[in-house]
């Protein structure tokens, strides 16, 4: 019995990124990314971990895609690395790169799975890094350069792009905290960074609209839920501050062509240096939005962290403990995000890009992982989007984090997000039940009881 059937053509799929899968990070003329040159370097990544092979996607993709099409996956979400098909970021351009890609998108296509094409998932060539990076304002436009090689190439079969993922991690984790490659610790370089970051998504979509390419445009933020831990001022100012910081940052350029003002003040000598005529590249009209969705926090005052002096504990429904990353599970808060995008961005379409979890996985004899809380997970948050559509939002689509296991950054090859297992010694790829049960989901277009 269905218990929330889901919009006809409602589009169910399931994301991955080049560096997380990949491998063959120096095979056919690929360029060194940030994260090659991170991982290399000791001490940055848990257990000494690299993307080197990762789940070796770039050799198994044909066996990759015909997983994606057992499972009934409508969309499949992936990334293109900008090394291997412009190896020093601008200038030559790696055929062979490219071809990787051609050959995936015409598989996917074969097999009736709609790509989403990802341009940017953090990895910046290491060759841009060494003139500045991201707070270099010319990376925009040798983004720009980038996106225009790609739509020229696929744009004849790929209907849906995105211009890249969290901007705001690429910034602030990887210029301000350092957690990231290029794990640089400056807050200053960070609010540049996004500026450079979003500056980019809007010439990437204004290259799009010039060339009159097919189809449909727009980014992907991870957008979190923020609750003040109590009712007095300076713990309802910090949780503002922590919104403007990680939502109004990133949405208010998009859809209200300005910065918040008070996060602004707030930072001071920190802020970007903005150029006449930004916001108008920035903020051009999108096709949609993606969301990704992970958490909800409670903010405190906290004098001690710098530079919002604001601190954000995890929150959980109750019932739910926290995620091997640390993290709560509160599917309130994704209807929650999905009606501020509603309400206060002018309810544009959006997909949701990315919702998951990690959880220990307990592989029997066979591989095989009944993963019954990641299936509690994702129900849970499915009944939030439906709820979010029932009261009004413009949502399109779900896509779950991950298809498979996969590296996950800084924490290495420890968390596991994916609905299919990665057997990191074989390689060998085993669903998990998670993935059958999505499978019945994408089947029924609807939870069923
Ligand atoms: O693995 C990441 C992904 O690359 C970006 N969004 C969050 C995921 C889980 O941390």
Request: hydrophobic content about 40%.
């Amino acid at each position: 019995m269905i218990e929330r059937e889901f919009p006809e053509g409602f589009v169910w799929g399931a994301a991955t990124s080049a560096y997380q899968i990949e491998g063959a990070w120096e095979e056919d003329d690929k360029g060194e990314s940030i994260w090659d040159r991170f991982t290399h370097t000791p001490y940055h990544v848990d257990g000494g971990d690299t993307g080197d092979v990762a789940c070796d996607h770039y050799h198994r993709m044909q066996e990759d895609v015909a997983l994606i099409a057992s499972l009934g996956l409508k969309t499949y979400r992936f990334s293109i690395s900008w090394p291997r098909v412009v190896p020093q970021g601008r200038g030559a351009v790696n055929e062979e790169g490219l071809d990787f890609y051609d050959r995936l998108v015409d598989e996917l296509l074969a097999a009736d799975v709609v790509p989403t094409v990802n341009l940017f998932h953090w990895e910046l060539p290491q060759a841009l890094q060494d003139v500045g990076g991201w707070p270099n304002r010319e990376c925009a436009d040798w983004f720009a350069e980038y996106a225009r090689v790609v739509f020229d190439r696929l744009g004849d079969r790929v209907r849906r792009w995105i211009t890249g993922n969290e901007a705001r991690v690429a910034a602030f984790l990887g210029y301000g905290s350092g957690l990231h490659a290029p794990g640089i610790c400056d807050y200053t370089q960070a609010y540049q960074a996004l500026h450079h970051l979003l500056l980019a998504h809007g010439r990437a979509v204004q290259v799009f609209r010039e060339g009159a390419y097919p189809g449909e445009i727009g980014a992907v933020h991870d957008l979190a839920h923020f609750v003040p831990a109590s009712d007095r001022a300076e713990d309802v100012a910090a949780c503002h501050r922590a919104y403007e910081q990680d939502v109004a940052q990133l949405l208010g350029p998009i859809f209200k062509k300005c910065y918040p003002e008070g996060l602004h003040a707030w930072i001071g000598p920190m802020k970007p240096q903005i150029r006449e005529g930004d916001f108008d590249i920035i903020g051009q009209a999108i096709d949609f939005l993606g969301v990704n969705y992970y958490k909800t926090h409670k903010v405190s005052f906290d004098i001690g962290q710098a530079p919002l002096k604001a601190r954000s504990e995890p929150v959980s429904a109750p019932g739910w403990g926290r995620t091997e990353m640390g993290w709560g599970v509160n599917p309130a808060g994704l209807k929650a995000v999905l009606l501020d995008v509603k309400e206060t961005y002018g309810n544009p379409p959006v997909y949701v890009t990315e919702n998951g979890c990690a959880f220990p996985d307990k592989p029997d004899e066979r591989g095989f992982v009944e993963d019954w809380a990641r299936i509690n997970y994702l129900r849970g948050h499915l009944r939030a989007v439906h709820d979010a559509i029932q009261a009004g939002a413009d949502v399109r689509g779900y896509l779950v984090w991950s298809l498979m296991d996969n590296f996950e950054w800084a924490m290495g090859y420890g968390p596991r997000f994916g609905i299919v297992r990665v057997d990191y010694e074989t390689l060998v790829r085993i669903p998990k039940q998670s993935a059958l049960w999505y499978r019945e989901v994408i089947a029924n277009n609807g939870i069923t009881v």
